[in-house]
């Protein structure tokens, strides 16, 4: 197509790969692919329909996919050492609904990790998701260290009696204690149901505790620290396997006719090239330099004064708690940071005083980062501006209505855009960004 009459649609994505390119991004769920994962998303296989297993398709012209799906399953098997896998869910949220679905009734009770604690949205957070209408969502939460309050979760569990239990976490520093949840899974019946979607490359990679050895069902998205595709997998533990052999056909079930349709082929290619890189020697070295960086990070930040959640991490997110400065300026700061050319996102903290919408707290961590090549040396700059950032940009306090907090937010934005301290950290941001590709072995 003759460049003057490409669609529009390419001048965006080549503008938002230069602004990837110029800014650092510290959303720790965000990651860059290898070229080969690439150029697998960009194939001729998201031209096939393959509703249905390997073998057991509703649509003709499968041959091929069959092959790509099973090597998928088995890089994925060989990988975990587990036994059973499923690469079709389309993503995390799908991904616990089909796992809820297989194992319980609607009703039935699910206990799970408080949202503003660090949990996630389908972890059965109340009244506003699938996970928290059709079951009876029980949520436990953290002590004052902002570690999990495992004599509650024992306490809820014995009250309760759930079905399910889930150990995870969306904006939880600390490494979950797997054995800790099986033990008390094992008390009260309950199914032990992990979801380690932050932290899979860093299991790989020793970085984190396995929970291979004690979980039942394990559920991961196939990007964040997996640094693959946009996808997840479902996956069964020997311990679940010989607690219900038939558990695995519950699950393909559970994702077709359950919640899905045709799988995304080209998604579930570049899992199994995500699989395999999994298992290259340079992929543990970049788990570990995940951690090491999120480490390097958390010290600048801490020497900076900046306050944070838990006092430091574990893994490779971090959580800025504001809340020493004012409540819910977590919104404002993460739009200054973004004009300041590093991007986080807001996030509630343990006792949030603010709101979803309005929180006290800002999320940062360094897959995307290290994957491109960064190390201690720019986490402690990256620190520095963040901490000016904080700094310029919280002088002013959150007004306390709804409608005097959206009016401030609205100036307090067109404001920032032209900030001179803030467009002066960009152009330093820029400099440093770009002399990093956005994929590094």
Known sequence: MPKQQRDEIFSLIEQEKQRQIEMIGLIPSENAVSPEVSEV???????????????????????????????????VKKLFGVPYVNVQPYSGSPANLAIYFALMQPGDTLLGLKLANGGHLTHGHPKVTGSGTFYNSVQYGVKDDARIDFDEVRELAKKHRPKVIVAGNTAYPFELDFKKFREIADEVGAWLVADISHVTGLVVAGEHLSPMPYA??????THKTFRGPRGAMIMVTHEGMARDEKLGRKIDAAIIPGLQ??????????????????????????????????????????????KLVGGGTETHLMVIDLTSIGAGLGTQVAFALDVAGIYANRN???????????????RIGTPLVTTRGMGPEEMDKIAAWIARVIEH??????????????????????????DKVLLSIREEVKDMATKFPLFKW
């Open 393 to 418: 940009t919280t002088t002013e306090q959150l007004p306390k209505g709804k409608q005097e907090r959206n009016a401030f937010l609205k100036t307090f934005r067109a404001r920032a855009q032209k």
């Open 41 to 75: 998303l960009s194939s001729c296989l998201s031209n096939k329909y393959s509703e249905g297993y390997s073998n057991k398709r509703y649509y003709e012209g499968n041959q091929i996919i069959d092959k790509i799906e099973q090597l998928a399953g088995e890089r």
């Open 348 to 362: 509630t903290v343990p006792a949030e005083t603010g709101s979803p919408f309005f929180p006290s707290g800002i």
């Open 261 to 306: 349709g045709g799988p995304h082929n080209a998604t579930t290619a570049a899992i199994a090239i995500a699989a395999a890189e999994a298992m290259r020697p340079e992929f543990t070295e970049y788990a570990k330099r995940v951690t090491a960086n999120a480490q390097a990070l958390a010290e600048g930040l801490l020497s900076r004064g900046v």
């Open 216 to 221: 039942h069902v394990v559920m991961s998205t």
